[in-house]
């Protein structure tokens, strides 16, 4: 197939960027200069030559391409390394390829993510950095598990058979012939990358950014060790200040442990920062969103390196239907609109092509301007922070989404009209009413039945709350009781 030529072409491109730029003296500008390292061939153990290059690539940021080759066996090798700081949360992409299309996405796998093929629950786990496309990494992984397959298959027959099934499916993934299925990359430094496009619809692809773990951090060597250290600037997240209320200045209430939470008041408990891992403080505020419910603003600051991250949680039971609600956005006056886009929220404009997954902002309350404009604007950093859309990034591909940048500018100038979508399975999204409580006639809201799929998701099959106590005595343990 053309993919796989494809594939082919994209991992043999690293190396001959490489020798293409040590070829050169250099650029004008300087910025491509390509080191060369005489290190060990581990094939036939002579000297073979490394090549260095610093290059930028888009949907990413910098990276250092590696090529080796020797000239005593032929052996070559290319793999890729960050070249950038570890960013201040984990990334997690989710793709699912049900095109022929999708297998030429490009991947970047650095050396401490980890890849998943869920469909067939294989899980790859970190190590070598990659460049490819979604075609080439799945041939990949098959041609990494064909290793010393005929030795299994003396020793160990059931196993040999177990994987030789997992080859053939992954060989039929990349052909194309075996459609769909998700893949995943789960990456807590942050620097992987799987490339979207401005045609993805909804529950096709997703980014997710999360806070790392203690020990997440310590495995990428971010512990705080003596505190000697100077703290590393992070860079905070967009206008993070201004989309909350600011929190009042002073000695904030430190009893987090009432019973009772009073509205307004703000309180603070002790917490870890996910970028640095030193000890700071969150603070939080109960506000009450009229012809709403009452929700949770959260604000944490670090000190130490200037970490941020503000995010809003809803609060109350959880309801029986989802909520979906339509706007109607026709002048600059609906833009000003407040908004509250829970985190389980899903979000589109099918005028603007846009589509933006549950997770992907977090709990955000703005107004409708500020949501889109956050939103193209972290989209355009991703995109075209890596240099002038990156080295790789076509002509055709730069102007399809130059095209949709520009068309999303317009509709934050109120020089468009568009509809906003928010669909969220546990009903905690909500858009301002100009005419409460009064209908809104450009508002329409409407309660659905969620799927199976959002059920297990948000994780509500798990939950019971009647009927446990029978459920506790069949299984041998009695519930306890006061007095027992």
């Known amino acids: 197939m053309a993919h796989q030529s494809l594939a082919k072409d994209l991992f043999e491109d690293m190396g001959r960027k490489v020798a293409e730029a040590s070829a050169q003296e250099g650029d004008v500008d300087g910025t491509k200069v390509v080191d060369e390292i005489e290190s060990l061939c581990m094939n036939c153990h002579e000297d073979g030559m490394t090549r260095l290059l610093l290059t930028k690539i888009p949907f990413f940021r910098e990276i250092v391409i590696m090529s080796f080759e020797c000239p005593h066996c032929h052996f070559k090798n290319s793999e890729i390394q960050p070249a950038g700081e570890i960013q201040q949360r984990g990334s997690r992409f989710t793709l699912k390829v049900d095109g022929s299309d999708d297998l030429s996405r490009q991947v970047v796998k650095s050396d401490t993510a980890v890849f998943r093929v869920e469909d067939i629950d294989l899980e790859i786990p970190k190590g070598r950095g990659q460049l490819t496309n979604v075609e080439g990494i799945l041939a990949m992984v098959a041609q990494d598990l064909s290793v010393k397959q005929d030795e299994r298959k003396q020793a160990v027959p059931e196993v040999y058979e177990k994987i030789e099934g997992i080859i053939s499916a992954l060989k039929d993934m990349a052909a194309g012939s075996r459609l769909p299925f998700t893949i995943t990359i789960d990456d807590p430094a942050g620097n992987s990358s799987i490339e979207p496009t401005t045609s993805d619809a909804a529950g096709k692809y997703s980014r997710h950014e999360y806070p790392r773990t203690a020990e997440q951090n310590t495995a990428l060597g971010l512990g705080d060790t003596s505190g000697e250290a100077p703290a ?57 969103i009229p012809h709403f419910k009452q929700v949770v603003l959260m604000s944490t600051v670090c000190d130490h390196c200037g970490y941020r991250s503000n995010e809003v949680k809803t609060g109350g039971e959880v309801p029986e239907l989802g909520r979906r609600i339509i706007v109607t956005v026709d002048d600059k006056e609906d833009l000003s609109r407040d908004i509250l886009k829970a985190e389980s929220c899903a979000m589109q404009c099918p005028e603007l092509n846009l589509s933006v997954e549950p997770g992907t902002l977090g709990g955000r309350f703005t107004t409708i301007e500020g949501i889109l404009t956050q939103v193209r604007d972290d989209l355009r950093s991703s995109i075209f922070d890596a240099g002038d859309g990156g080295d790789s990034l076509d002509t055709t591909t730069k102007d399809k989404w130059d095209s949709f940048f520009g068309q999303l500018t317009e509709a934050i100038e109120g020089k468009i009209k568009f509809t906003i979508i928010l669909e969220d399975p546990l009903a905690s999204s909500y858009v301002q009413s100009f005419t409460a409580p009064e209908p809104d006639p450009k508002i329409k809201a409407e309660d659905y039945e969620r799927t199976d799929e959002e059920e297990e998701h948000l994780g509500l099959k798990d939950i019971k709350t009647e009927g446990y106590e029978e459920d506790a005595e069949t299984n041998g343990d009695a519930p306890t009781t006061n007095g027992a």
């Open 232 to 288: 590393t600037e992070i860079r905070p997240e967009y206008h993070a200040t201004q989309m909350y209320p600011e929190m009042p200045a002073g000695q904030a209430t430190n009893n987090v442990d009432e019973d009772e939470i009073i509205e307004n008041q703000v309180y603070a408990f002790p917490a870890t920062c996910p970028g640095c891992t030193k000890p700071c403080t969150t603070n939080m505020k109960m506000v009450n």
